[in-house]
């Protein structure tokens, strides 16, 4: 074990030990966030990545002794879990103190065990665990997209207070509209591939993911094209939701049991020779590296964890081996990048960036800062004033970069942050896209 701060060894992570009993013992719990609050507030050097950290310090300083240990187990703690978005920044960007180290810290995933314990006490609320059901969800929505779209659309005084009272979730927060067809049942046949496409051999699945199937199947449709330009041949399947809705709230077994699923489908492809490329970084951190935790003696889950690309990390690796089909056009009033946090987690550099690059004459700039999202935590309206308050930063950046389009790899927390720029009143808000979009633009793809 490293005992130097600020080591230059890689991070590390342990198995979650999820079906030990002991895992959701409260009091080893409350002594392992005692020891690690301790720790955080001795270094204070995540005191600008999101609301927790903030929380957690201001208790302290207002305590009696200046201390941790000044702190309300039963009533503090929680205060500084429910502000986290499990967003993986303080591990992956800030910490001094991750494994190797001899802290052995790991915040996020002390969060994860503390809501896990919460879970299977039942003490997590109705609605919460519906609203992770995405996939029912969207099949009992979906059929009625119109009307569901009407009832859940930002301004609608005759529906969305009675989701407030009802379901909690904030009035003024934008919700995503549904679609009657599925985007995996509706891709139908690949776009036409040129006979001298620079990818001609390339095989993929492009596993859909619960956001772009059922509510942005624009994504779907562009990466397609872009593929099919360069001469990959791909599939288009969607076997369930990653489970990350479920695992916000601490229900890892659900998690496994999605994982199980969707990598025996998935393996089936790669044993065919397919790669595996997923539309939003949420999935692609959860299938690289949060299953092979939870699920560490699983072949399957490892092997689709090493076989698993985001689709601007794929474009970029066909770009640097067989070179671009030619094509690209420019594209006027420049995109700001914004980095999302489940991209960044994954550390394969900003590829959004980087395969917008390579669009001649286009202004890309990048920004890295939190949106505040992170699955519902934007939407409910005892979360949303947290997720206002982490967005700002990120879109006043966005603001001062004074390009006409924002993408993102995470569709919410570009939805996200388009409103919370529309709503500071700083000029036009840019147009919200996913880079890939942008991408099959430049491509003359018109959608």
Same mark, same amino acid.
């Given at each position: ?63 009696? !002794? ?14 500084? %879990? ?16 991750? +494994? +190797? ?78 679609? %009657? !067809? ?22 993929? %699945? ?11 199947? !624009? ?191 995470? +569709? ?17 808000? +840019? ?17």
């Amino acid at each position: 074990m490293s005992t130097k701060e600020g080591s230059t060894e890689a991070p590390t992570r342990h198995p979650i030990d999820w079906r030990s009993p002991s895992f959701y013992d409260q009091a080893a719990i409350d002594k392992e966030m005692e020891r690690a609050f301790d720790i955080c507030h001795g270094c204070r050097r995540c005191f600008n990545l999101c609301d927790s950290f903030p929380i957690l310090f201001d208790m302290v300083d207002e305590s009696a !002794t200046g201390e941790v240990d000044s702190l309300d187990p039963k009533k503090d703690f929680k205060k500084v %879990v429910d502000a986290c978005t499990l967003c993986d920044m303080c591990f992956m960007t800030k910490c001094p103190y991750v +494994p +190797p180290h001899s802290f052995d810290l790991d915040f996020p995933h002390l969060m994860l065990r503390y809501r896990a314990a919460e879970f299977k006490r039942g003490e997590v609320g109705f609605t919460t665990k519906q609203l992770a059901r995405i996939d029912r969800n969207a099949k009992l929505a979906g059929p009625v997209a119109p009307i569901a779209n009407w009832a859940t659309k930002r301004g609608n005084a005759l529906t969305r207070p009675v989701m407030r009272a009802v379901l909690g979730v904030d009035a003024d927060a934008g919700l995503p509209t549904y679609h %009657v !067809t599925p985007f995996s049942k509706g891709a139908g046949k690949n776009p036409p591939k040129p006979a001298d496409a620079p990818a001609k051999g390339r095989k993929a %699945v492009v596993y859909a993911t619960c956001f772009v199937d059922y509510h942005q199947p !624009t994504t779907g449709e562009a990466a397609l094209h872009v593929l099919a330009r360069n001469g990959v041949e791909a599939k288009v399947v969607y076997p369930a939701c990653c489970g990350m809705p479920f695992l916000e709230h601490g229900d890892i077994a659900q998690v496994a049991e999605n994982a199980r699923k969707v990598s025996a489908e998935l393996c089936e492809w790669i044993d065919k020779g397919y790669d595996v490329i997923t539309l939003t970084a949420s999935c692609g951190l959860m299938m690289k590296f949060e299953w092979p935790l939870i699920l560490p003696e699983d072949e399957k889950v490892k092997k689709l964890s090493k076989a698993i690309f985001d689709i601007s990390q794929y474009m970029v690796d066909i770009a640097k081996k067989e070179g671009l089909a030619p094509g690209l056009a420019p594209i006027e009033g420049g995109v700001t990048v914004h980095m999302a946090c489940h991209a960044r987690a994954q550390n394969v550099g900003a590829k959004s960036a980087e395969m917008l690059g390579l669009v001649p004459g286009l202004k890309v700039d990048v920004v890295e800062r939190c949106s505040g999202h992170g699955g519902t935590f934007g939407v409910m309206a005892e979360t949303r004033p947290h997720a206002l308050k982490v967005a700002k930063p990120a879109a006043a950046l966005i603001t001062q970069k004074g390009n006409a389009t924002l993408c993102s790899d995470c +569709p919410l927390a570009c939805r996200h942050l388009v409103q919370v720029i529309g709503a500071e009143g700083n000029g036009a808000a +840019p147009k919200g896209t996913h880079a890939i979009e942008v991408f099959a633009r430049a491509y003359g793809f018109a959608g």
